[in-house]
């Protein structure tokens, strides 16, 4: 046995190699061991101590009870710390903020406190809101956060803020920065203005969030968004090319004692609906019914939680934003139903994004859900768990039976902010038998995928990557069935380095997730570089060039994009790219370029093309906002396709927002397909009563599918986390010999009744 060291000036890693091992070693393993070999080797890089470790607020219990109303005149209130002299990230992250904001933070048995005192800039005028509605787009609203990291792991949290009319944030953090704000609980907030100053408090439950108990300092920062001023700023510094939530650059919140144990937590969240629909191209009568269900959620610890369901319904989910598809493999559409989001980094992220051995939406998408369970969060702050098991019904119409998916994730954190993380999948169909006689799907008995994964992230957040590993078993499938993949990337001040590279077998077969392309290999370069002039004009600009090169497993060239663009950020947040590209396409089965249904061209064919294109936004400050896209160049057998897409809005802060967005496609080939035209248009409307009561419209054109979608959602939130919504939903097929006229396909309005119960 062959021993091997490396050192430096904290750290020894000792390694082992066994010939004889390594021999008897399957090739897919041997390439995951080697990755994360080389990974490895910037372990010493994670071990750096905590950037802003010096930046400590301290929290003591609270003095006095606390009221929610935005004014800071409870005794516990002067007594607490205070956070303040924020730092500057954009436009620049050189200097101390020009607004100022004051944050302080108490507790009680119960719940956690936050008050933040947000002053005027040096530049007067309104407030930019966009709307009163949750979860407002971070980039158009003035705006506080809280960025907290209960465990200090650097890469979970959660999120909580408000905009300055009030509308409230929330959201769950993952991957050392990123946040989905589709996670929602129980908490309560005020926001209060003044004539210098808007002041914003909240109340979190302990309830509501997961922390392990006994651990005195939490991961903690604060963001401020102010639109006037243009300026980006947070209480513990953070680098301008990361975002102000990167958990890698929190400061440290200070207990004055263990938080309090958060105590027997159970919620019941039952609804019950009324739908009425009707199918006008079957002609049948309208159909009248109605339904209950409900989710729990227990707190098995204060940092591992179990949530359950029983006849799930998801009918007020947004719905999906359609898009013009000239794709060749099938486009993904994000998760949005609250059952699968708490924790769901541990399920959804494993993988790439289009190699995901888990996607939720394969549950449950026209197809009743029976009842499910997800057991998520943390043993203790090495090691997360995530089990979840959920049941659908059986359909008659299409002979799909009865499904079960089964899941299993764990993940143990290494060094400072990497982890190692696997992932069992199970999909399996119960009691079924395929009738081979029938001229309806025959479907799989079962598909499951096993796979490792290591997640990279220095202390700085400076070098990222992951490798992986997976394999997928099948009936009667052996041999290609996997899957392996790695990338690493570099995100200095002014240059960004990546490289990515993926695997997948012909047989590697992934049911339960996504992975829309299989037997191939791809290779993903890429640089940028960022100068940053001393004008009043540009805040950046600098050049960005990659390729996107697709192999056969043997290294047959079957597709190649190589392209180049120049990106010009303005110092009122302005942002324009032009690019250029060049595309080389071997199809490797018929294809139809408009997917209109004309035609397909031939497997085998060669195609290549050049194209140029611009990018454009515009300032976000404005209630008036507009950006485009354009393309224009060349496309398959010797085609040319154009492309102009825009985004336009209008707000009447803080109750009304207005929105546009508009796709228009002309591809000129050849017959039989000669000159194909596709819009696509959707408008928007968002009405905000108050930060409780929302009506939200939505009108979808396809003409590439011949229909137009509109959904139409009013929500009224009269307590915390409990909603009565309605929702009416209409879809008509365009007359082609009647423009203007349309024929209505169906038609269904619904009534749902939620409550969150908490015993």
Same mark, same amino acid.
């Given at each position: 046995?062959?021993?091997?060291?490396?050192?430096?000036?904290?750290?020894?890693?000792?390694?082992?190699?066994?010939?004889?091992?390594?021999?008897?070693?399957?090739?897919?393993?041997?390439?995951?061991?080697?990755?994360?070999?080389?990974?490895?080797?910037?372990?010493?890089?994670?071990?750096?101590?905590?950037?802003?470790?010096?930046?400590?607020?301290?929290?003591?219990?609270?003095?006095?009870?606390?009221?929610?109303?935005?004014?800071?005149?409870?005794?516990?209130?002067?007594?607490?710390?205070?956070?303040?002299?924020?730092?500057?990230?954009?436009?620049?992250?050189?200097?101390?903020?020009?607004?100022?904001?004051?944050?302080?933070?108490?507790?009680?048995?119960?719940?956690?406190?936050?008050?933040?005192?947000?002053?005027?800039?040096?530049?007067?005028?309104?407030?930019?809101?966009?709307?009163?509605?949750?979860?407002?787009?971070?980039?158009?609203?003035?705006?506080?956060?809280?960025?907290?990291?209960?465990?200090?792991?650097?890469?979970?949290?959660?999120?909580?803020?408000?905009?300055?009319?009030?509308?409230?944030?929330?959201?769950?953090?993952?991957?050392?920065?990123?946040?989905?704000?589709?996670?929602?609980?129980?908490?309560?907030?005020?926001?209060?203005?003044?004539?210098?100053?808007?002041?914003?408090?909240?109340?979190?439950?302990?309830?509501?969030?997961?922390?392990?108990?006994?651990?005195?300092?939490?991961?903690?920062?604060?963001?401020?968004?102010?639109?006037?001023?243009?300026?980006?700023?947070?209480?513990?510094?953070?680098?301008?090319?990361?975002?102000?939530?990167?958990?890698?650059?929190?400061?440290?919140?200070?207990?004055?004692?263990?938080?309090?144990?958060?105590?027997?937590?159970?919620?019941?969240?039952?609804?019950?609906? @009324? #739908?009425?629909?009707? /199918?006008?191209?079957? &002609?049948?009568?309208?159909?009248? +019914? !109605?339904? =209950?269900?409900?989710? *729990?959620?227990?707190?098995?610890?204060?940092?591992?939680?179990?949530?359950?369901?029983?006849?799930?319904?998801?009918?007020?989910?947004?719905?999906?934003?359609?898009?013009?598809?000239?794709?060749?493999?099938?486009?993904?559409?994000?998760?949005?139903?609250?059952?699968?989001?708490?924790?769901?980094?541990?399920?959804?992220?494993?993988?790439?994004?289009?190699?995901?051995?888990?996607?939720?939406?394969?549950?449950?998408?026209?197809?009743?859900?029976?009842?499910?369970?997800?057991?998520? @969060? #943390?043993?203790?702050? /090495?090691?997360?768990? &995530?089990?979840?098991?959920?049941? +659908? !019904?059986? =359909?008659?119409?299409? *002979?799909?039976?009865?499904?079960?998916?089964?899941?299993?994730?764990?993940?143990?954190?290494?060094?400072?902010?990497?982890?190692?993380?696997?992932?069992?999948?199970?999909?399996?169909?119960?009691?079924?038998?395929?009738?081979?006689?029938?001229?309806?799907?025959?479907?799989?008995?079962?598909?499951?995928?096993?796979?490792?994964?290591?997640?990279?992230?220095?202390?700085?957040?400076?070098?990222?990557?992951?490798?992986?590993?997976?394999?997928?078993?099948?009936?009667?499938?052996?041999?290609?069935?996997?899957?392996?993949?790695?990338?690493?990337?570099?995100?200095?001040?002014?240059?960004?380095?990546?490289?990515?590279?993926?695997?997948?077998?012909?047989?590697?077969?992934?049911?339960?997730?996504?992975?829309?392309?299989?037997?191939?290999?791809?290779?993903?370069?890429?640089?940028?570089?960022?100068?940053?002039?001393?004008?009043?004009?540009?805040?950046?600009?600098?050049?960005?060039?990659?390729?996107?090169?697709?192999?056969?497993?043997?290294?047959?060239?079957?597709?190649?994009?190589?392209?180049?663009?120049?990106?010009?950020?303005?110092?009122?947040?302005?942002?324009?790219?032009?690019?250029?590209?060049?595309?080389?396409?071997?199809?490797?089965?018929?294809?139809?370029?408009?997917?209109?249904?004309?035609?397909?061209?031939?497997?085998?064919?060669?195609?290549?093309?050049?194209?140029?294109?611009?990018?454009?936004?515009?300032?976000?400050?404005?209630?008036?906002?507009?950006?485009?896209?354009?393309?224009?160049?060349?496309?398959?057998?010797?085609?040319?396709?154009?492309?102009?897409?825009?985004?336009?809005?209008?707000?009447?802060?803080?109750?009304?927002?207005?929105?546009?967005?508009?796709?228009?496609?002309?591809?000129?080939?050849?017959?039989?397909?000669?000159?194909?035209?596709?819009?696509?248009?959707?408008?928007?409307?968002?009405?905000?009563?108050?930060?409780?009561?929302?009506?939200?419209?939505?009108?979808?054109?396809?003409?590439?599918?011949?229909?137009?979608?509109?959904?139409?959602?009013?929500?009224?939130?009269?307590?915390?986390?409990?909603?009565?919504?309605?929702?009416?939903?209409?879809?008509?097929?365009?007359?082609?010999?009647?423009?203007?006229?349309?024929?209505?396909?169906?038609?269904?309005?619904?009534?749902?009744?939620?409550?969150?119960?908490?015993?």
């Amino acid at each position: 046995m062959a021993v091997g060291q490396i050192r430096c000036s904290k750290l020894e890693i000792r390694f082992y190699f066994c010939p004889n091992l390594l021999n008897n070693t399957p090739y897919y393993v041997k390439h995951f061991l080697l990755l994360v070999t080389l990974f490895s080797l910037t372990w010493h890089v994670t071990l750096a101590q905590k950037k802003n470790e010096d930046y400590k607020l301290h929290i003591q219990k609270a003095s006095s009870p606390i009221v929610i109303d935005g004014d800071m005149d409870e005794q516990a209130w002067l007594d607490a710390d205070v956070a303040t002299d924020f730092f500057s990230i954009l436009p620049m992250d050189t200097s101390f903020a020009k607004v100022r904001t004051d944050v302080r933070m108490t507790y009680d048995e119960h719940t956690l406190y936050l008050i933040a005192t947000c002053f005027h800039g040096p530049i007067e005028g309104p407030y930019y809101v966009e709307s009163l509605r949750r979860d407002f787009s971070f980039g158009k609203n003035d705006n506080f956060l809280l960025f907290m990291d209960p465990f200090d792991d650097q890469t979970n949290g959660f999120s909580f803020g408000a905009n300055a009319a009030g509308a409230q944030w929330d959201g769950i953090m993952y991957n050392g920065g990123s946040v989905d704000l589709s996670w929602d609980n129980k908490w309560t907030s005020a926001v209060k203005n003044y004539d210098d100053r808007y002041v914003f408090e909240m109340a979190v439950p302990f309830k509501s969030i997961r922390y392990k108990n006994g651990i005195t300092n939490w991961g903690i920062n604060f963001s401020r968004l102010d639109l006037k001023t243009t300026e980006k700023s947070s209480w513990a510094p953070v680098p301008r090319q990361f975002p102000s939530a990167s958990l890698a650059y929190t400061g440290i919140l200070v207990w004055d004692q263990p938080p309090p144990a958060a105590g027997p937590n159970i919620s019941v969240i039952p609804y019950t609906l @009324g #739908r009425v629909t009707k /199918n006008y191209e079957e &002609g049948t009568d309208a159909d009248v +019914t !109605g339904d =209950v269900g409900a989710d *729990a959620k227990i707190a098995l610890t204060s940092s591992l939680n179990l949530d359950l369901t029983i006849n799930p319904d998801f009918s007020q989910v947004d719905v999906d934003r359609q898009v013009t598809n000239l794709d060749r493999f099938e486009l993904f559409f994000p998760e949005r139903r609250q059952f699968f989001l708490e924790n769901g980094d541990l399920f959804a992220n494993f993988g790439y994004s289009s190699i995901r051995p888990f996607f939720s939406r394969r549950v449950g998408l026209g197809v009743p859900i029976q009842f499910g369970a997800r057991l998520s @969060g #943390r043993i203790n702050r /090495n090691w997360r768990i &995530g089990l979840m098991d959920m049941q +659908t !019904g059986k =359909v008659e119409k299409t *002979a799909l039976p009865s499904q079960n998916f089964a899941v299993m994730a764990l993940q143990r954190r290494v060094f400072a902010r990497s982890n190692i993380g696997f992932l069992f999948v199970n999909k399996e169909s119960i009691n079924y038998t395929p009738d081979l006689s029938s001229d309806k799907p025959v479907y799989s008995q079962y598909n499951r995928n096993m796979g490792l994964e290591y997640n990279l992230a220095t202390s700085n957040n400076k070098l990222t990557g992951k490798a992986l590993f997976l394999k997928s078993f099948s009936p009667d499938v052996k041999g290609q069935d996997f899957t392996q993949a790695a990338n690493l990337q570099y995100s200095g001040r002014k240059l960004t380095v990546a490289w990515q590279h993926e695997y997948v077998g012909k047989n590697f077969t992934a049911e339960a997730g996504y992975v829309p392309r299989k037997n191939f290999i791809r290779l993903s370069p890429q640089v940028s570089y960022n100068f940053f002039p001393k004008g009043k004009l540009l805040l950046s600009h600098g050049p960005t060039l990659g390729t996107y090169t697709v192999f056969k497993p043997d290294f047959y060239l079957t597709d190649n994009t190589l392209f180049g663009s120049y990106n010009f950020v303005f110092r009122k947040q302005e942002k324009f790219t032009v690019w250029r590209g060049y595309d080389y396409v071997e199809l490797l089965f018929p294809f139809d370029p408009t997917n209109s249904g004309k035609d397909s061209l031939q497997t085998g064919s060669k195609h290549n093309w050049a194209s140029w294109g611009t990018e454009f936004s515009s300032r976000p400050q404005s209630v008036f906002t507009y950006g485009f896209s354009t393309r224009y160049g060349g496309y398959y057998n010797d085609g040319t396709r154009f492309n102009f897409t825009t985004d336009i809005g209008y707000r009447f802060q803080p109750y009304v927002s207005i929105a546009l967005s508009s796709s228009y496609n002309k591809i000129v080939m050849s017959e039989p397909w000669n000159t194909t035209k596709f819009w696509l248009i959707g408008p928007r409307l968002d009405v905000t009563m108050t930060n409780k009561l929302y009506l939200t419209g939505f009108l979808q054109y396809n003409d590439q599918q011949d229909n137009v979608n509109l959904n139409a959602r009013i929500q009224w939130r009269y307590a915390p986390a409990s909603d009565l919504f309605i929702v009416y939903t209409d879809n008509y097929l365009p007359t082609p010999y009647e423009p203007g006229l349309f024929n209505v396909k169906n038609r269904a309005i619904v009534l749902k009744f939620t409550y969150w119960w908490n015993i």
